[in-house]
């Protein structure tokens, strides 16, 4: 069985949530430390005068798991990246708590 390679699956998802931002003056930025398997998108800009700065999703990849640290859009990270091929079993819902992850269906940890 060939292994998914879930750096590229987690960079098109990422990559998904940048597509259709229309926000003028600000923007939706990717960073990926793709050595230390770290994967953010970043909205960034001003509005209404005001400094708007936020990681909107934050995914990290660690003994063969994706950790989502941080999602913040209505699609759900998650959802896509089991849509893609991605065993609910090698997704840890980091934003949760230990105790609580143990009552949903993605990996404990």
């Known amino acids: 069985m060939e292994r998914i390679n879930y ?4 960079k098109t998802v990422l990559g998904r949530h940048t ?5 003028e ?7 990926f430390d793709c ?13 209404n005068n005001e ?7 934050h995914i990290d990849i660690k003994d063969g798991k994706i950790w ?3 999602d ?11 849509e893609l091929g991605v065993p609910k079993t090698d997704i840890v819902l980091g934003f949760k708590s230990p105790y ?3 009552f949903t269906d993605f990996a404990v940890g």
């Open 68 to 70: 989502i640290q941080r």
């Open 72 to 82: 913040l859009t209505e699609e759900d990270v998650a959802s896509e990246l089991v």
């Open 7 to 10: 750096p590229e699956l987690v």
């Open 35 to 47: 050595e230390r398997n770290r994967y953010l998108v970043v909205h960034v800009g001003w509005e």
């Open 100 to 102: 609580v992850r143990q």
């Open 25 to 31: 003056g600000t923007e939706k930025e990717l960073i």
């Open 51 to 57: 400094r708007t700065y936020a990681t909107v999703i």
């Open 19 to 23: 597509d259709n931002h229309c926000s």
